[in-house]
């Protein structure tokens, strides 16, 4: 499996912008489709934003979408979500995940997750 170090979180007003990285290790990055997931308390994880392994082929929840965009360098084996006009409700846990498979977007189709960084959006 791929190893997987979130950092990037913080604290951020609303309207603010934040940039995640995902620095991955122990397998080709180039094989794994990515994706961003947040977890706040007392809900379940849910999906963010995922790219496919070429970086030809991005996707969004659809309360991110046009706020957030996710990109990757597969020569810094680096997966990156940026993300602007922040509300109070993005406040969460965000996790990168890796897949074998080709658009991933269930957390059961990720094999590979990191430990997770904070972000707190104030109002």
């Known amino acids: 499996q791929v190893q997987l170090v979130e950092s990037g979180g913080g604290l951020v007003q609303a309207g603010g912008s934040l940039r995640l990285s995902c620095a991955a290790s122990?397998?080709?990055?180039?094989?794994?489709?990515m994706g961003w997931f947040r977890q706040a308390p007392g809900k379940e994880r849910e999906f963010v934003a995922g790219?496919?392994?070429?970086?030809?082929?991005?996707y969004y929840a659809d309360s991110v979408k046009g706020r957030f965009t996710i990109s990757r360098d597969n020569a810094k084996n680096t997966v990156y979500l940026q993300m602007s006009s922040l509300k109070p409700e993005d406040t969460a846990v965000y996790y990168c995940?890796?897949?074998?498979?080709?658009?991933?977007?269930?957390?059961?189709?990720?094999?590979?997750w990191g430990q997770g960084t904070q972000v707190t959006v104030s109002s």
């Open positions: 790219i496919s392994r070429s970086s030809g082929n991005t």
């Open positions: 122990g397998r080709i990055f180039s094989n794994y489709a």
């Open positions: 995940a890796a897949s074998r498979l080709e658009r991933p977007i269930f957390t059961l189709d990720f094999g590979s």
